[in-house]
């Protein structure tokens, strides 16, 4: 013991005098900014990389971005609801999640910042869970406040659309070729009897791109027609996708010969596989351009972080990201995001960029009415769920057996037909207050809907 004492001794000492030099002292921790979104991979990296330079620069400080991946639109909803949930609001707390990035207008405006809708989901948090921001953007009118008839900023600044897209068709013309199938240019000819089994469609109650593109059928043609050009489109997919991107992929690989489709998620393989071979068409006076948002929530973690990432994605540089082709200056390093920019003034520069579309300059197609949308989004989830998803193999069948018989025009046009008007959706939605309706509602919808598919079925087959 004697012989090792001097020894520690003089390891303590220099420890004491040398440590820092030998081993460095612990950097303090980076503050790390945490976002939920929808978006996919290629955006997330280059919005990172780009955001964490870009603070960097401007302060000195390093930073870390995190996306907290927990699915898509619908998943994302469930998520907040549920932890703002379990949050005192009043009392500074918040969902431990800074930003909100990506998603459709209508989850901010309803799940995000009704307080009335948010109250009967048992969140307490008065004005909604996203904190009232203006942007510098907005303030020197760099973005306008409207495209199209469309909103591109919420009135208290609790959302801003961070981009734009368009919805259309997605095709691949050999495949259409080579088994000699009909063109599709418009949404009903997506229900053409020779495309059974050769459409691709996402899951209509799951993904807010797919539930968007079919609102837009139904006020494109009108309820009756609309709803029958979406039974024969659904009653030629073999089965439901969970998202919007699948459509694009099972097109592209052949799997399917057409379906509905968000153009950036066409954008890819359109360019990669060229327009002999895959092709997107906005179906003429029958689509419309919706802004993609943006917001951060009350009592983030770090508030300066999320107001500062807010501003540079819609600031020029975060707009220019979305818009050029990578590798080109000022565009994304990685990936091309190929998504269209809310600053009117970029489509004028000339930048390269894979884009085509100018929705500052083409106007609305149709007046699209965002808010008869809005009011009936979660019935007709609900309705598209009891009456075609659950349901499909019966109206497949059904359609299949009115195919077999010749009998496309008549027993089509009964197959399309809705089980409600439109009006009468909309007063289900205002008599299904708790969970206990809806799901009654629910299961009378799916057993009237079985029953008319079958019914449609007998007469083809002369029972």
């Known amino acids: 013991m004697r012989v090792w004492a001097p020894v520690f001794l003089l390891l ?3 420890g004491v005098a040398f440590g820092p030099l030998l081993f460095g002292s612990a950097p303090p921790a980076a503050r790390t900014l ?11 990296q280059e919005f ?7 603070w960097l620069a401007r302060t000195g400080e390093t930073i870390r971005v995190e996306f907290w991946d927990v699915g898509g639109t619908g998943e994302i909803r469930r998520y907040v609801t549920e932890r703002a949930r379990q949050a005192n609001w009043k009392g500074g707390e918040g969902i431990g999640v800074d930003v909100l990035f990506g998603g459709g207008t209508f989850d901010y405006e309803t799940y995000f910042t009704r307080e009335d809708k948010l109250a009967r989901q048992g969140v307490a948090a008065p004005g909604g869970v996203l904190e009232p921001y203006v942007p510098e953007a907005a303030k020197d009118g760099s973005i306008p406040e409207q495209v ?9 600044g609790r ?3 961070a981009c734009l897209s368009g919805f259309g068709i997605v095709k691949n013309t050999l495949v259409l070729e080579r088994a000699k199938l009909p063109d599709v240019r418009t949404w009903a000819d997506l229900g053409q009897p020779e495309l059974y089994g050769w459409v691709s469609c996402g899951d209509p109650t799951k993904s807010g791109s797919v539930h968007m593109a079919f609102e837009v059928v139904l006020q494109a043609y009108g309820w009756e027609q609309g709803w029958a050009a979406l039974a024969k489109m659904c009653a030629n997919t073999t089965s439901f996708n969970e998202g919007g991107a699948s459509v694009p992929r099972d097109v592209a690989l052949g799997q399917a010969a057409a379906g509905p489709c968000i153009d950036f998620y066409a954008a890819a393989p359109v360019r990669r596989q060229g327009a002999t071979h895959v092709a997107f068409v906005f ?11 943006i917001g951060y929530f009350k009592n983030a973690p770090q508030p300066d972080l999320a107001r500062g990432f807010v501003d540079f994605v819609l600031g020029e540089a975060g707009q220019r990201l979305w818009y050029q082709t990578r590798g080109s200056e000022g565009g994304p390093r990685d990936f091309d995001l190929e998504r269209l920019p809310v600053h009117p003034a970029l489509y004028t520069r000339g930048l390269p960029t894979h884009a ?11 007046a699209y009415d965002g808010k008869k949308g809005g009011r009936r989004w979660s019935i007709l989830e ?3 769920r009891s009456t075609i998803c659950d349901v499909h193999e019966d109206l497949k069948a059904a359609w299949a057996a009115a195919i077999a018989a010749g009998r496309v025009e008549d027993l089509g046009a009964e197959l399309g037909r809705p089980l409600l008007s439109e009006d009468e959706l909309l007063q289900a939605a205002q008599k299904a207050t708790n969970p206990k309706d809806l799901n009654a509602l629910r299961t009378e919808w799916t057993g009237l809907a079985r029953r008319h598919y079958a019914e449609v079925r007998a007469k083809a087959q002369g029972r």
């Open 283 to 293: 179906p003429e006076g029958l689509s419309v351009i919706t802004p993609d948002a």
């Open 34 to 44: 945490v976002i939920l979104s929808p978006h996919w991979d290629g955006i997330k």
């Open 159 to 161: 959302w801003h659309a």
């Open 382 to 384: 609900d309705f598209l």
């Open 148 to 156: 199209g008839g469309q909103p591109l900023r919420d009135k208290d």
């Open 48 to 54: 990172r990389r780009a955001f964490e330079a870009d």
């Open 12 to 14: 303590a000492i220099l």
């Open 356 to 366: 085509v579309a100018r929705p500052f300059e083409e106007g609305q197609a149709f």
